[in-house]
């Protein structure tokens, strides 16, 4: 397995609001680890919700008695949202700050996922899959068919998210199961780098004929290219890959 994970401030931020999480290890029952959280709230409430809420998250996934998988990253998500809704409550000053999740453990070619508003995880190979759904109010109105994906991709509140990480004293949380086939890659990544690059322009550099570090790399370029409106985050993992 090879990973390369990277962040980057974008070209109109001034803090970078993004945090990640990446580890080939064991950590505690889980085999590995990889968290993308992009925070939001006033002031630095953002940076310090998205890093809390993965410190929490990797600490529990140390500790937790789940068994499973999915019981451990749900018990990972559930754990960082009520730190982070009690704290809020402590501060009022914090109020309103929260995160979106994208968490995921491989374990041989079963890839275990959970997401919490619109960060994503795809799998690449000769197509580009979304694993998870956008907990957000354009996705919503596309689930119910009242606007298409090309729409939706350009509406002015398609960064108005329904779910987050610290806001509610309870979290509903998405787990997915999917296997990962001979040749896929998996693409964790804050929606910096997917409201600037289309699936299909990811697809074609995550296939491109460079090695992984230069891949994730030219994800960024292109974002910041295209804009650089927000943080970046990337986790870009190749399983079959030796180091």
Known sequence: MKICSLTDIGIRREMNQDYFFSSEEPVGRLPNL???????????AG??????AVEIMADTARTTQEADTAGILNACVSQANARL??????HPETRGMGTTIVAAVLDGRRLTTVNVGDSRLYIIGDGIRQVTRDHSLVQEMVRMGEMDEESARIHPDKNIITRAVGIDAFIETDIFESYVEPGERILLCSDGLTNMVADDA???ILNEDRDLVSKAEYLI?????NGGRDNITVIVIDPECER
């Open 47 to 52: 940076e310090f919700a998205s890093r809390c």
């Open 85 to 90: 809704n009690q704290y809020a409550k402590e």
């Open 34 to 44: 990889f968290i993308v959280a992009d925070g939001m709230g006033g002031h630095n």
């Open 202 to 204: 990811i697809l074609q």
């Open 221 to 225: 370029e292109i974002a910041n290219n």
